[in-house]
């Protein structure tokens, strides 16, 4: 993210200079979504590690899901 930031930004600015938007360039600003989503998953990850729960395999949760289908 560094040489993302590396760049240099324009900035909308109001009468008294004060900074009110940046200006990236398309290419910067993609690659800034991706890194936060990349982020966001980590930090989501976190979590669930973070509450030491039982896990389960995949395949079993399916059919947990579709037996409560079955049921309601």
């Known amino acids: ?4 930031l590396n760049k240099s ?3 909308i600015t109001d009468k008294k200079g004060k900074k009110l938007s940046v ?6 600003y993609k690659k800034l979504l991706k890194e936060l989503e990349e982020l966001d998953d980590i930090r989501l990850y976190d979590e669930v590690i973070a509450k030491k ?4 395999p995949f395949e079993q949760y399916l059919l947990n899901r579709s ?5 309601a």
């Open 1 to 4: 993210m560094k040489a993302l």
């Open 9 to 11: 930004p324009q900035f």
């Open 23 to 28: 200006v990236l360039p398309i290419t910067s």
């Open 53 to 56: 729960e039982k896990s389960i």
């Open 67 to 71: 037996k409560k289908k079955k049921h």
